[in-house]
Every structure is written in structure tokens, then in C-alpha cells.
């Protein structure tokens, strides 16, 4: 089997045949004689395409190396007969965008590798962003800004790109790290004087059809840091993109540029004000409203217990509610907020004997309703709420603390 991928990556149709079939899991694949599909493998994922036989099209969803071979997998469960005649057409679009992903990855790695000294040991092509992991606990903004202008400036030289195959031996001592053990014909993408390593993926003949690079952001994965960069296609897009939410922004805040940022800056030291403010304001408004219920609160053997319904409340405000009636020793609320299913709060006060989450789920069946909690809070959620019936029970299950 010929892979055609890596003699020639700008192939992106031929004709060959079947030479087999694999099924595996409900899925069905077909080994062919020249390969152009690349099959996944190195951080690079699978081409798709299409597989033309006897005037029927088959779509080809995933490309795997095996030990029997490359397998195309299709979709659905037909396939073409061994020895058929086939006619394969890989997509394009996929096959650019890869390429373009890839190589930048390449070029990225041998600034670092070349500038710093920080080698990379980790790359996976995503459907967002590439990422590359590099052997150092932190990268600068400065730093980011030099390695993407350096690679820039290597893009647009238009470096020619070279593939050579060697044998092993004939590897220097550094290349031999990074080549698997047993594998003695050794594949090399260069680009003379910048970059040599061993890959199995497809790339331009120039670093100019890599297209523009921009790295985007960086996280810390053990403690190493995980870079995720875009190329060619995939940075036009996301500058366009970008530019879109930057235009939005602008018109929501009502300025540009660094203006923009310093209003946006100044809204949010009003909004921390304003919600520290408010935290405190309701705290205040709802000791006003627990106060004010205690003509309405059942008096039961010693315990002041306030059982309402706030159908404007959700669970924030039963439990700001639920808190600032409790403060007070000697006191239990059971409380419930909403149209229908309603939120149920259940807490108890200093100097109350009765465990809530007990006497909640003696009150679930009643409400049609399930929760959980513990001794001092229980909550959940009720489909009706007879209160009436609600306050027989309560009454009743103090009986067995009295």
C-alpha cells in the first residue's frame, strides 16, 4: 500500500482499488492499494473524503493506521467489493486546513526550540486551535509577542520546505530522541536553516502557504504551558470574527480603543459598588419582611415557626429570607417560593430541637416533592403546596421533641 499522502500532498484525487475489508464495532472499512487519504496519527487528524464506485459515492468519516493496514472507514455499513475500481477524492478544504495547522505548529516549535531553548513535547490539531505543549512553567506576553512575529516573518520569506527520508543511522544524536526505537526509515519535513524533525504529516512547499499565525492564549497543564494558536484560514477568520465583537463591544460601551477599555474598566468598579451595596440592602430588606411576619408565624410548643408563600421568591430569596429569620433563637422557617413547582426551603434557628431535613421528608409526600439536606437547612422541590395540611404536620412532628 503507497502512501501517496507523503510523496505528494497537493494529490487530492486518484484512482486505485479495494484490497480489503475490516469491520469492527457495527463499522465497516476497506483497505486500498494507493493511499491519499492521511490517516490520524502525530497530533494531525484524518483526511475525509469520498470513495466513487460503479457510480455510487461512499463517504469516507475516519482514516486509521492499523497492523493490517490503512483502513478507510465509511459511513454507513456498505462498501465496495474487493477488486473494485475506485475513484477517491479527498477534502480539500480539510486537507488545507491541516496542512496550514500543522506546519505552523513547526514553525512555532523551532523559534522556541531556537530563541529559548524550550523544547516542545506535546501537539494536537483541534477543530478550533492548535496546541502545542512546551517544556517551560511560564510564558510572558513579551515573549508570545516576539515568537509570533518571528514566525511571521519566516511565513512571509517563503521558505522553501523540504521532505527527505534517511536511514537511522544517518541521523544526528538530537534527531535519534525524537525518533521511535524501532522505526529504521526516518521521514524529515526541513526548512533549511530554521527546522529539521521527524513527521508523518502533510505540508506546503512553502512556509508562505502556511498563511498568517497568531497565537491566541496560553494555560498551565502540568506544569507545563499549553499554547493554542491558529493559522492561515482559520486566523482570517478568527481576526474577522474578532473585529465583529470588538465592533459590538465599542457600540455597547459607546467608545473606541483604549478609551473603550478605560469606560469598561470604570463600569466595573461601579457594578462591584453597586452589588456590594445591594448584598447589603437586601440583607436589610429581608429582616424588614421575616419581622414583619411574625404576627402571621405559629407559635408550637415554644418555637415562633413561619410558614409562608412568596410567589415572586426564588431560592436567593428564601434563603436571604429564611437567614435573617432564623437569626433570632428559638425559630423555624418553612418557607416556599414560585408559581408552580415551588422551591421549599426548610431551616431552624439557635435552641430548636427539630432536625428540618426530618421533617422535610415527612413533608415530600405531602407536596409531591423530593429534596435533601441536613439538621439546621433542607431544601428542594414541591409540585403542590397545601399549607393548611403543611402546618398540621408541623405541629404534629414537634410532638416528638417536646
Given at each position: 500500500?503507497?502512501?501517496?499522502?507523503?510523496?505528494?500532498?497537493?494529490?487530492?484525487?486518484?484512482?486505485?482499488?479495494?484490497?480489503?475489508?475490516?469491520?469492527?464495532?457495527?463499522?465497516?472499512?476497506?483497505?486500498?492499494?494507493?493511499?491519499?487519504?492521511?490517516?490520524?496519527?502525530?497530533?494531525?487528524?484524518?483526511?475525509?473524503?469520498?470513495?466513487?464506485?460503479?457510480?455510487?459515492?461512499?463517504?469516507v468519516?475516519?482514516v486509521?493506521?492499523?497492523?493490517?493496514?490503512?483502513?478507510?472507514?465509511?459511513?454507513?455499513?456498505?462498501?465496495?467489493?474487493?477488486?473494485?475500481?475506485?475513484?477517491?477524492?479527498?477534502?480539500?478544504?480539510r486537507?488545507?486546513?491541516?496542512?496550514?495547522?500543522?506546519?505552523?505548529?513547526?514553525?512555532?516549535?523551532?523559534?522556541?526550540?531556537?530563541?529559548?531553548?524550550?523544547?516542545?513535547?506535546?501537539?494536537?490539531?483541534?477543530?478550533?486551535t492548535?496546541?502545542?505543549?512546551?517544556?517551560?512553567s511560564?510564558?510572558?506576553?513579551?515573549?508570545?509577542?516576539?515568537?509570533?512575529?518571528?514566525?511571521?516573518?519566516?511565513?512571509?520569506?517563503?521558505?522553501p520546505?523540504?521532505?527527505?527520508?534517511?536511514?537511522?543511522?544517518?541521523?544526528?544524536?538530537?534527531?535519534?530522541?525524537?525518533?521511535?526505537?524501532?522505526?529504521?526509515?526516518?521521514?524529515?519535513?526541513i526548512?533549511?536553516?530554521?527546522?529539521?524533525?521527524?513527521?508523518?504529516?502533510?505540508?506546503?512547499?512553502?512556509?508562505?502557504?502556511?498563511?498568517?499565525?497568531?497565537?491566541?492564549?496560553?494555560?498551565?497543564?502540568?506544569?507545563?504551558?499549553?499554547?493554542?494558536?491558529?493559522?492561515?484560514?482559520?486566523?482570517?477568520?478568527?481576526?474577522?470574527?474578532?473585529?465583529?465583537?470588538?465592533?459590538?463591544?465599542?457600540?455597547?460601551?459607546?467608545?473606541?480603543?483604549?478609551?473603550?477599555?478605560?469606560?469598561?474598566?470604570?463600569?466595573?468598579?461601579?457594578l462591584?459598588?453597586?452589588?456590594?451595596?445591594?448584598?447589603?440592602?437586601?440583607?436589610?430588606?429581608?429582616?424588614?419582611?421575616?419581622?414583619?411576619?411574625?404576627?402571621?408565624?405559629?407559635?408550637?410548643?415554644?418555637?415562633?415557626?413561619?410558614?409562608q408563600?412568596?410567589?415572586?421568591?426564588?431560592?436567593?430569596?428564601?434563603?436571604?429570607?429564611?437567614?435573617?429569620?432564623?437569626?433570632?433563637?428559638?425559630?423555624?422557617?418553612?418557607?416556599?417560593?414560585?408559581?408552580?413547582?415551588?422551591?421549599?426551603?426548610?431551616a431552624?434557628?439557635?435552641?430548636?430541637?427539630?432536625?428540618?431535613?426530618?421533617?422535610?421528608?415527612?413533608?415530600?409526600?405531602?407536596?409531591?416533592?423530593?429534596?435533601?439536606?441536613n439538621?439546621e437547612?433542607?431544601?428542594?422541590?414541591?409540585?403542590?403546596?397545601?399549607?393548611?395540611?403543611?402546618?398540621?404536620?408541623?405541629?404534629?412532628?414537634?410532638?416528638?421533641?417536646?
Open positions: 500500500m503507497s502512501k501517496l499522502y507523503q510523496m505528494d500532498p497537493y494529490l487530492l484525487q486518484y484512482r486505485s482499488e479495494i484490497t480489503g475489508h475490516v469491520e469492527q464495532s457495527g463499522r465497516v472499512g476497506v483497505l486500498i492499494k494507493d493511499n491519499i487519504f492521511y490517516p490520524a496519527g502525530g497530533g494531525q487528524p484524518a483526511d475525509r473524503g469520498t470513495l466513487v464506485c460503479a457510480r455510487r459515492s461512499y463517504e468519516v475516519d486509521e493506521q492499523t497492523p493490517a493496514g490503512i483502513v478507510h472507514w465509511l459511513a454507513g455499513t456498505d462498501a465496495p467489493a474487493v477488486g473494485a475500481g475506485i475513484f477517491m477524492r479527498v477534502d480539500a478544504e486537507r488545507l486546513d491541516h496542512m496550514q495547522q500543522h506546519h505552523g505548529q513547526h514553525i512555532i516549535s523551532a523559534v522556541f526550540e531556537q530563541q529559548y531553548g524550550w523544547a516542545t513535547t506535546g501537539f494536537h490539531l483541534g477543530e478550533q492548535g496546541t502545542i505543549d512546551l517544556a517551560v511560564e510564558l510572558s506576553d513579551q515573549v508570545l509577542q516576539q515568537v509570533e512575529a518571528e514566525a511571521n516573518q519566516i511565513v512571509m520569506e517563503n521558505l520546505v523540504q521532505v527527505k527520508t534517511y536511514r537511522r543511522s544517518e541521523l544526528s544524536p538530537d534527531l535519534l530522541q525524537k525518533v521511535p526505537p524501532g522505526e529504521q526509515e526516518v521521514r524529515l519535513v526548512i533549511p536553516g530554521l527546522d529539521e524533525n521527524p513527521c508523518c504529516g502533510t505540508h506546503p512547499r512553502y512556509t508562505g502557504e502556511t498563511g498568517p499565525i497568531k497565537l491566541l492564549k496560553t494555560e498551565k497543564v502540568r506544569g507545563q504551558v499549553r499554547l493554542h494558536f491558529v493559522c492561515g484560514g482559520r486566523t482570517v477568520h478568527w481576526m474577522w470574527q474578532t473585529y465583529i465583537w470588538q465592533r459590538r463591544l465599542e457600540q455597547a460601551i459607546g467608545a473606541a480603543g483604549q478609551e473603550a477599555v478605560s469606560r469598561l474598566a470604570k463600569r466595573e468598579s461601579e462591584k459598588k453597586l452589588q456590594k451595596e445591594r448584598k447589603e440592602l437586601l440583607q436589610f430588606k429581608y429582616h424588614c419582611l421575616a419581622e414583619a411576619q411574625v404576627p402571621q408565624a405559629l407559635q408550637v410548643s415554644g418555637a415562633l415557626v413561619l410558614l408563600h412568596w410567589p415572586e421568591a426564588d431560592m436567593d430569596m428564601l434563603r436571604g429570607l429564611a437567614a435573617a429569620w432564623c437569626g433570632k433563637p428559638g425559630r423555624v422557617a418553612v418557607l416556599a417560593g414560585g408559581h408552580g413547582p415551588y422551591d421549599l426551603l426548610l431552624r434557628g439557635a435552641g430548636v430541637a427539630w432536625p428540618v431535613n426530618r421533617l422535610a421528608e415527612v413533608l415530600w409526600p405531602l407536596c409531591q416533592g423530593k429534596g435533601g439536606g439538621a437547612v433542607a431544601q428542594g422541590k414541591a409540585q403542590i403546596l397545601p399549607l393548611p395540611e403543611m402546618q398540621q404536620i408541623i405541629a404534629d412532628f414537634n410532638r416528638q421533641f417536646s
